[in-house]
Protein backbone atom coordinates (compact mmCIF):
# COMPACT_ATOMS: atom_id res chain seq x y z
CA UNK A 1 0.00 0.00 0.00
CA UNK A 2 1.98 2.89 -1.26
CA UNK A 3 -0.05 5.51 -0.55
CA UNK A 4 0.00 9.11 -2.34
CA UNK A 5 2.60 9.17 -4.82
CA UNK A 6 3.69 12.03 -6.90
CA UNK A 7 5.78 12.19 -10.00
CA UNK A 8 8.68 13.96 -10.88
CA UNK A 9 9.76 15.04 -7.04
CA UNK A 10 11.79 17.99 -9.06
CA UNK A 11 11.33 19.71 -11.93
CA UNK A 12 12.86 22.65 -13.50
CA UNK A 13 11.16 24.57 -16.42
CA UNK A 14 12.05 27.39 -18.63
CA UNK A 15 9.24 29.96 -18.96
CA UNK A 16 6.55 28.96 -21.71
CA UNK A 17 7.05 25.03 -21.63
CA UNK A 18 4.30 22.66 -20.44
CA UNK A 19 4.30 19.85 -18.13
CA UNK A 20 2.44 17.19 -15.96
CA UNK A 21 2.59 16.41 -12.74
CA UNK A 22 1.20 12.93 -12.08
CA UNK A 23 -0.34 11.63 -8.71
CA UNK A 24 -1.99 8.66 -7.72
CA UNK A 25 -3.38 6.78 -4.82
CA UNK A 26 -3.79 3.37 -3.81
CA UNK A 27 -6.33 3.50 -1.37
CA UNK A 28 -9.87 3.77 -3.66
CA UNK A 29 -10.55 7.39 -2.27
CA UNK A 30 -12.83 8.88 -4.18
CA UNK A 31 -11.73 12.81 -3.67
CA UNK A 32 -8.61 14.22 -4.83
CA UNK A 33 -7.16 17.75 -4.66
CA UNK A 34 -3.70 19.48 -6.11
CA UNK A 35 -2.44 22.22 -3.53
CA UNK A 36 0.43 24.79 -4.11
CA UNK A 37 2.29 25.46 -0.82
CA UNK A 38 4.36 29.09 -1.38
CA UNK A 39 6.92 30.36 2.17
CA UNK A 40 4.42 32.31 4.19
CA UNK A 41 1.13 31.48 2.39
CA UNK A 42 0.66 27.80 4.01
CA UNK A 43 -1.65 25.52 1.22
CA UNK A 44 -3.72 26.77 -1.03
CA UNK A 45 -6.08 24.73 -3.29
CA UNK A 46 -5.61 24.70 -7.19
CA UNK A 47 -8.35 22.10 -8.21
CA UNK A 48 -10.07 18.72 -7.55
CA UNK A 49 -12.26 16.44 -8.02
CA UNK A 50 -14.97 14.60 -6.24
CA UNK A 51 -14.71 11.47 -8.41
CA UNK A 52 -13.48 9.86 -11.80
CA UNK A 53 -14.15 11.91 -14.72
CA UNK A 54 -15.28 15.31 -12.51
CA UNK A 55 -13.19 18.62 -11.93
CA UNK A 56 -13.50 21.81 -9.77
CA UNK A 57 -11.57 24.87 -9.37
CA UNK A 58 -10.55 25.30 -6.14
CA UNK A 59 -8.73 29.11 -4.85
CA UNK A 60 -6.07 29.22 -7.42
CA UNK A 61 -7.08 27.68 -10.42
CA UNK A 62 -6.15 30.30 -12.99
CA UNK A 63 -2.85 28.77 -15.12
CA UNK A 64 -3.65 25.02 -14.57
CA UNK A 65 -5.66 22.37 -16.08
CA UNK A 66 -6.63 19.05 -14.43
CA UNK A 67 -8.04 15.67 -15.61
CA UNK A 68 -9.19 12.44 -13.77
CA UNK A 69 -9.62 9.87 -16.44
CA UNK A 70 -9.39 6.53 -13.77
CA UNK A 71 -10.51 6.93 -9.87
CA UNK A 72 -6.62 6.83 -9.27
CA UNK A 73 -5.12 9.11 -11.08
CA UNK A 74 -5.25 13.49 -10.90
CA UNK A 75 -3.38 14.51 -13.53
CA UNK A 76 -2.39 18.44 -12.96
CA UNK A 77 -0.97 20.40 -16.11
CA UNK A 78 0.73 23.32 -16.46
CA UNK A 79 0.08 24.72 -20.11
CA UNK A 80 2.75 27.64 -20.72
CA UNK A 81 4.73 27.49 -17.60
CA UNK A 82 5.38 30.92 -15.60
CA UNK A 83 7.69 32.45 -12.86
CA UNK A 84 5.00 32.70 -10.41
CA UNK A 85 4.14 29.20 -10.61
CA UNK A 86 7.65 28.18 -8.78
CA UNK A 87 6.54 26.45 -5.60
CA UNK A 88 5.80 23.10 -4.49
CA UNK A 89 3.12 20.90 -5.30
CA UNK A 90 1.37 18.34 -3.26
CA UNK A 91 -1.03 15.91 -4.22
CA UNK A 92 -3.89 14.81 -1.24
CA UNK A 93 -6.76 12.21 -1.39
CA UNK A 94 -9.70 11.33 1.14
CA UNK A 95 -12.32 9.06 1.25
CA UNK A 96 -15.91 10.42 1.01
CA UNK A 97 -18.01 10.52 4.08
CA UNK A 98 -17.74 12.69 7.57
CA UNK A 99 -14.39 12.89 9.41
CA UNK A 100 -12.35 11.06 7.53
CA UNK A 101 -8.49 12.73 6.74
CA UNK A 102 -6.88 13.71 3.57
CA UNK A 103 -3.65 11.73 3.02
CA UNK A 104 -0.76 13.92 0.94
CA UNK A 105 1.87 12.42 -1.07
CA UNK A 106 5.62 14.07 -0.79
CA UNK A 107 5.45 16.76 -2.71
CA UNK A 108 6.74 18.21 -6.36
CA UNK A 109 9.02 21.03 -6.49
CA UNK A 110 8.92 22.96 -9.29
CA UNK A 111 11.45 25.56 -10.29
CA UNK A 112 10.25 27.91 -13.15
CA UNK A 113 13.03 30.59 -14.47
CA UNK B 1 -16.90 31.85 4.26
CA UNK B 2 -14.96 29.20 6.71
CA UNK B 3 -12.01 30.04 8.03
CA UNK B 4 -9.01 28.81 10.04
CA UNK B 5 -6.61 31.25 12.54
CA UNK B 6 -4.00 30.14 14.09
CA UNK B 7 -1.04 31.66 16.28
CA UNK B 8 1.72 32.68 13.82
CA UNK B 9 5.43 31.44 14.68
CA UNK B 10 7.93 30.90 14.63
CA UNK B 11 7.74 29.23 17.85
CA UNK B 12 11.01 28.58 19.95
CA UNK B 13 11.07 26.34 22.85
CA UNK B 14 13.52 24.55 25.03
CA UNK B 15 13.54 20.69 25.15
CA UNK B 16 11.13 19.87 27.73
CA UNK B 17 9.01 22.50 27.74
CA UNK B 18 5.16 22.81 27.35
CA UNK B 19 3.59 23.66 23.98
CA UNK B 20 0.29 25.44 23.21
CA UNK B 21 -0.15 26.57 19.27
CA UNK B 22 -3.88 28.27 19.52
CA UNK B 23 -6.26 27.94 16.91
CA UNK B 24 -9.75 28.89 16.64
CA UNK B 25 -12.37 28.55 13.31
CA UNK B 26 -14.97 29.85 11.80
CA UNK B 27 -17.69 27.32 9.89
CA UNK B 28 -21.04 27.52 8.62
CA UNK B 29 -21.63 24.11 9.60
CA UNK B 30 -20.40 21.58 12.58
CA UNK B 31 -16.50 21.12 11.01
CA UNK B 32 -14.02 17.97 11.54
CA UNK B 33 -10.82 19.38 13.05
CA UNK B 34 -7.21 18.69 12.22
CA UNK B 35 -4.26 18.99 13.38
CA UNK B 36 -1.14 17.78 10.51
CA UNK B 37 2.60 18.67 11.10
CA UNK B 38 5.23 18.97 8.04
CA UNK B 39 8.42 17.53 9.05
CA UNK B 40 11.11 19.24 6.42
CA UNK B 41 11.31 18.37 3.02
CA UNK B 42 7.94 16.41 3.20
CA UNK B 43 4.58 16.13 2.77
CA UNK B 44 1.63 16.77 5.41
CA UNK B 45 1.00 14.12 7.95
CA UNK B 46 -2.65 13.93 10.18
CA UNK B 47 -1.21 14.39 13.28
CA UNK B 48 -4.43 13.92 14.96
CA UNK B 49 -8.59 14.90 14.63
CA UNK B 50 -12.05 15.58 15.78
CA UNK B 51 -15.13 15.17 14.62
CA UNK B 52 -17.55 16.01 17.21
CA UNK B 53 -17.96 19.10 19.97
CA UNK B 54 -15.75 17.97 22.88
CA UNK B 55 -14.32 15.39 21.28
CA UNK B 56 -10.09 14.88 22.19
CA UNK B 57 -7.66 14.14 19.67
CA UNK B 58 -4.62 12.84 20.67
CA UNK B 59 -1.22 11.15 19.12
CA UNK B 60 2.61 11.21 19.99
CA UNK B 61 1.48 13.08 22.84
CA UNK B 62 -0.07 15.94 21.36
CA UNK B 63 -3.67 16.91 22.53
CA UNK B 64 -6.56 19.11 21.11
CA UNK B 65 -9.80 19.45 22.27
CA UNK B 66 -12.65 20.39 20.07
CA UNK B 67 -14.55 23.27 21.99
CA UNK B 68 -17.60 24.22 20.34
CA UNK B 69 -18.00 27.40 22.39
CA UNK B 70 -15.02 28.86 21.82
CA UNK B 71 -14.86 27.52 18.08
CA UNK B 72 -11.24 26.45 18.87
CA UNK B 73 -8.92 23.53 18.56
CA UNK B 74 -5.70 24.11 20.47
CA UNK B 75 -2.59 21.99 20.08
CA UNK B 76 -1.01 20.83 23.34
CA UNK B 77 2.08 18.84 24.36
CA UNK B 78 3.29 18.19 27.55
CA UNK B 79 6.95 18.39 27.08
CA UNK B 80 8.68 18.64 23.28
CA UNK B 81 11.59 17.31 21.74
CA UNK B 82 13.93 18.45 19.60
CA UNK B 83 12.09 16.12 16.67
CA UNK B 84 8.98 18.06 17.34
CA UNK B 85 10.32 20.77 15.10
CA UNK B 86 8.07 21.04 12.64
CA UNK B 87 5.35 23.17 10.89
CA UNK B 88 2.16 22.41 12.62
CA UNK B 89 -1.42 23.08 10.44
CA UNK B 90 -5.06 23.41 12.06
CA UNK B 91 -7.97 22.73 9.30
CA UNK B 92 -11.42 22.10 9.02
CA UNK B 93 -13.12 20.11 6.46
CA UNK B 94 -17.08 19.98 6.44
CA UNK B 95 -19.36 16.96 4.92
CA UNK B 96 -20.98 17.90 1.48
CA UNK B 97 -17.81 20.20 0.75
CA UNK B 98 -15.67 17.41 -0.58
CA UNK B 99 -14.45 16.80 1.92
CA UNK B 100 -12.40 19.83 1.08
CA UNK B 101 -9.70 21.19 3.91
CA UNK B 102 -9.21 24.99 5.28
CA UNK B 103 -6.27 25.70 6.33
CA UNK B 104 -4.51 28.05 8.80
CA UNK B 105 -1.38 29.52 7.85
CA UNK B 106 0.79 27.03 10.15
CA UNK B 107 3.05 27.79 12.80
CA UNK B 108 6.51 26.90 12.73
CA UNK B 109 7.59 24.93 15.87
CA UNK B 110 11.67 24.95 16.50
CA UNK B 111 12.64 23.25 19.82
CA UNK B 112 16.20 23.67 20.83
CA UNK B 113 18.05 20.99 23.19
Known amino acids: NAGVTQTPKFRVLKTGQSMTLLCAQD?????MYWYRQDPGMGLRLIHYSVGEGTTAKGEVPDGYNVSRLKKQNFLLGLESAAPSQTSVYFCASVASGRGYEQYFGPGTRLTVT | GDSVTQMEGPVTLSEEAFLTINCTYTATGYPSLFWYVQYPGEGLQLLLK?????DKGSNKGFEATYRKETTSFHLEKGSVQVSDSAVYFC????????????FGGGTRLMVKP
Open chain 1, 27 to 31: MNHEY
Open chain 2, 91 to 102: ALSLSGAGNMLT
Open chain 2, 50 to 54: ATKAD
